[in-house]
């Protein structure tokens, strides 16, 4: 574990939420200017086992995934194989049945689709074609809340489906053959069977998951309810690669990930800083009523808003990931981090929010 001068308060704030805030096991992880400046990790990667959380300990990264799902929608874009404003059915036409021909994929990026969850049920959950077939056949909600609330699973499905009909490739693939093999990133989309021994266990909050308007309509987030660790922990889980929470990374990689999308990585970089711009433009902002706070989109990735989730940066993007995990950039400051942990969180927390705090207090005394 290791900090450059004057990130110190990281690794105190990541101290304390071992000794004072009940972390189980954990790692942070931050790049400026494209060089590493904070690499932590510590605690229990596996409480069943005693596994200790070590260097090369990936971890599950929930709807942390959809910034790199963004990055490939975006790149897509950027050869000018798509654009925001064009609909779905364009490069998917069978999308268009019951009322959607006229969904573009900028609603589908920013939850705006009417499809947060899917009426036909989750039974082929892990099947991608099914899902995305079944998505295909549904009317848009007539809810009203329906028309900005996060599309926690389904967006996914939409997404993969569309770099599916415009590339051939899945998301995984994708993302794999296009940022993870020339930026050098522990990242996957679906993880290779040969890398579970190296997966944390996700650890369950106790109590109710999930309540709201998911529960009143019930229309329950499968990965979101008791019991769902069973499959957060699967094998076959860990290698389907949900395109909107199946992805697996180490904080290290995710940190230089969002370190390629506002500066050079050892020289490289994928995505331009103008289409990085066009990821980062707000979309649509408003209160989502799933839990009931500010939420602004660009092209998928979270934007700043009010409770500082990404950390005092105005200009702060990213996404967070279910049950407290937090992966994102400071444009101006140059500052790109990522924080993963096991124990998963329902309502206020604390760990990310005093090691962002930290990052923030090493950034300026560093001057960076």
Not at 127 to 137: F, G, Q, T
Not at 177 to 185: C, S, T, Y
Not at 220 to 237: D, V
Not at 260 to 286: C, M, Q
Request: glycine share 12%; with cysteine; charged share 25%.
């Amino acid at each position: 574990m290791w900090t450059a001068a004057g990130f110190e308060d990281v690794a105190e704030a990541f101290g304390q939420n071992f000794t004072e805030r009940g972390e189980v096991g954990a790692a942070f992880a931050a790049y400026h200017r494209g060089e590493l400046v904070v690499d932590l990790w510590g605690g229990t990667a596996d409480p069943d086992t005693g596994r200790a959380w070590d260097r090369d300990t990936v971890h599950l990264m929930f709807s942390g995934t959809k910034g790199l799902t963004s990055a490939c929608v975006l790149l897509l874009m950027q050869r000018g194989q798509l654009r925001l404003d064009d609909p779905l059915a364009r490069y998917w036409p069978e999308f268009g049945a019951q009322g959607k021909e006229a969904v573009t994929i900028a609603e589908v990026l920013s939850h705006q689709a009417r499809l947060p969850w899917v009426e036909a049920g989750y039974a082929d959950l892990l099947d991608h074609e099914a899902m995305a077939a079944h998505l295909a056949a549904q009317p848009p909600a007539t809810d009203a809340r329906a028309g900005f609330m996060y599309h926690a699973v389904t967006w996914g499905w939409l997404l993969d489906e569309l770099v599916r009909r415009v590339d051939g490739r899945t998301v995984g693939r994708f993302f794999a053959d296009e940022f993870a093999r020339p930026l050098g990133l522990e990242v996957w989309i679906g993880l290779p069977e040969e890398l579970h021994g190296r997966a944390a266990t996700m650890v369950a909050p106790d109590g109710v998951l999930v309540d709201g308007p998911w529960t009143e309509l019930n229309r329950p987030n499968p990965l979101w309810i008791p019991g769902s660790e069973k499959i957060w922990n699967s094998p076959e889980y860990r290698t389907a690669g949900l395109a909107a929470v199946g992805g697996y990374a180490t904080a290290r990689g995710m940190a230089r990930f969002y370190a390629s999308l506002v500066g050079d990585v050892e020289g490289s970089r994928v995505l331009t800083p103008e289409t990085v711009e066009l990821g980062r433009r707000e979309i649509r902002r408003g209160t989502e009523p799933t839990w009931g706070s500010p939420m602004r989109y660009g092209a998928g990735f979270e934007l700043q808003t009010g409770d500082g989730r990404m950390g005092d940066a105005p200009d702060a993007f990213g996404h967070a990931g279910a049950g407290g995990s937090r992966h994102g950039a400071w444009p101006r400051r140059e500052i790109a981090f990522s924080y993963l942990m096991n124990q998963v969180r329902i309502g206020p927390d604390e760990r990310p929010a005093v090691l962002l705090e930290g990052l923030s207090r090493g950034s300026r005394a560093t001057g960076r």
